[in-house]
């Protein structure tokens, strides 16, 4: 069992941790660079997928900025009740918790920029592609669907790649990090390292689950809408089958996302994934 003062001190130095890893949000910046680029005229196809790519890429960034706030408030109000607490034993209970949820905030905030190196990275291939376009290039021009579907399926596969990635890791975190395990124990010297673990895989590994949901989503909105297209004007066709060639770049960014922070958990409780 840990003394009072000890646990007041680990306290001020997961506040400072907190401070020193407030993201900076370069989200405005981007998608003011982004929606200028969409609104040029005579892009040619691949500029306009990249670009719509990367806004689809920046709404899935702001609902993780979104999720950190609302995991950095219950924070600052966990650390305050944890430090105001008399019984030293819930007081350690309390601290565990703290710990879990900062080792969570760690790692969506590396999964939030996963995907902002991906929005960034997908800005400069439409800069290059832009440049490189030839000034008679044909705007109209749009691959058949013969071309798109496979593109579609490659990401497609990506997203299920990154599914079974995490289902492995799962498997693993839970062998070695049983969440049964020392359940009823208490909280002791022995096993404090085990259930900071075995605690803060299985929130990491709930969130992955869940933005991995995400990238699922648009992947088979993606996927499955391309058939539903042939009927449209062929300016309508175009704009409907660009968005979603956008939507399975956004699925396989946001799957690599999901997949990296668990294998980064995973890494920091010493488990090579």
Same mark, same amino acid.
């Given at each position: 069992?840990? +003394?009072?003062?000890?646990?007041?001190?680990?306290?001020?130095?997961?506040?400072?941790?907190? /401070?020193?890893?407030?993201?900076?949000?370069?989200?405005?910046?981007?998608?003011?660079? @982004?929606?200028?680029?969409?609104?040029?005229?005579?892009?040619?196809?691949?500029?306009?997928?990249?670009?719509?790519?990367?806004?689809?890429?920046?709404?899935?960034?702001?609902?993780?900025?979104?999720?950190?706030?609302?995991?950095?408030?219950?924070?600052?109000?966990?650390?305050?009740?944890?430090? +105001?607490?008399? !019984?030293?034993?819930?007081?350690?209970?309390?601290?565990?918790?703290?710990?879990?949820?900062?080792?969570?905030?760690?790692?969506?905030?590396?999964?939030?920029?996963?995907?902002?190196? %991906? &929005?960034?990275?997908?800005?400069?291939?439409? &800069?290059?592609?832009?440049?490189?376009?030839?000034?008679? /290039?044909?705007?109209?021009?749009?691959?058949? !669907?013969?071309?798109?579907?496979?593109?579609?399926?490659?990401?497609?596969?990506?997203?299920?790649?990154?599914?079974?990635? @995490?289902?492995? +890791?799962?498997?693993? %975190?839970?062998?070695?990090?049983? #969440?049964?395990?020392?359940?009823?124990?208490?909280?002791?010297?022995?096993?404090?390292?085990?259930?900071?673990?075995?605690?803060?895989? /299985?929130?990491?590994?709930?969130? #992955?689950?869940?933005?991995?949901?995400?990238?699922?989503?648009? %992947?088979?909105?993606?996927? +499955?809408?391309?058939?539903?297209? %042939?009927?449209?004007?062929?300016?309508?066709?175009?704009?409907?089958?660009?968005?979603?060639?956008?939507?399975?770049?956004?699925?396989?960014?946001?799957?690599?996302?999901?997949?990296?922070?668990?294998?980064?958990?995973?890494?920091?409780?010493?488990?090579? /994934?």
């Amino acid at each position: 069992m840990q +003394n009072k003062s000890k646990i007041s001190e680990m306290l001020m130095e997961i506040m400072r941790f907190h /401070a020193a890893h407030q993201s900076q949000n370069d989200g405005a910046a981007l998608r003011l660079s @982004l929606k200028t680029l969409q609104a040029r005229k005579g892009k040619d196809h691949r500029t306009t997928v990249v670009v719509n790519a990367a806004l689809k890429c920046l709404d899935e960034h702001t609902w993780l900025q979104i999720e950190l706030q609302e995991l950095r408030s219950k924070l600052f109000f966990s650390a305050h009740e944890t430090e +105001n607490c008399k !019984d030293l034993v819930e007081r350690e209970q309390l601290m565990l918790d703290v710990l879990v949820n900062t080792k969570l905030l760690s790692c969506i905030d590396q999964a939030a920029n996963r995907v902002s190196e %991906g &929005i960034k990275e997908y800005l400069l291939q439409a &800069i290059t592609y832009t440049m490189v376009q030839s000034t008679d /290039a044909d705007e109209n021009g749009l691959p058949d !669907d013969s071309i798109i579907a496979p593109q579609l399926k490659s990401l497609s596969e990506v997203v299920s790649a990154a599914q079974e990635k @995490l289902a492995a +890791n799962i498997y693993t %975190g839970q062998q070695i990090f049983p #969440a049964s395990a020392n359940q009823d124990a208490g909280i002791t010297s022995d096993n404090y390292e085990f259930l900071v673990c075995s605690k803060s895989l /299985a929130a990491v590994f709930a969130f #992955a689950e869940k933005l991995l949901n995400r990238a699922t989503s648009l %992947g088979e909105v993606a996927v +499955n809408s391309l058939p539903m297209f %042939g009927n449209l004007s062929a300016d309508n066709a175009k704009t409907q089958k660009q968005w979603l060639l956008a939507y399975g770049l956004t699925a396989a960014t946001v799957a690599d996302a999901a997949n990296s922070m668990t294998k980064d958990a995973l890494l920091s409780c010493g488990v090579n /994934a």
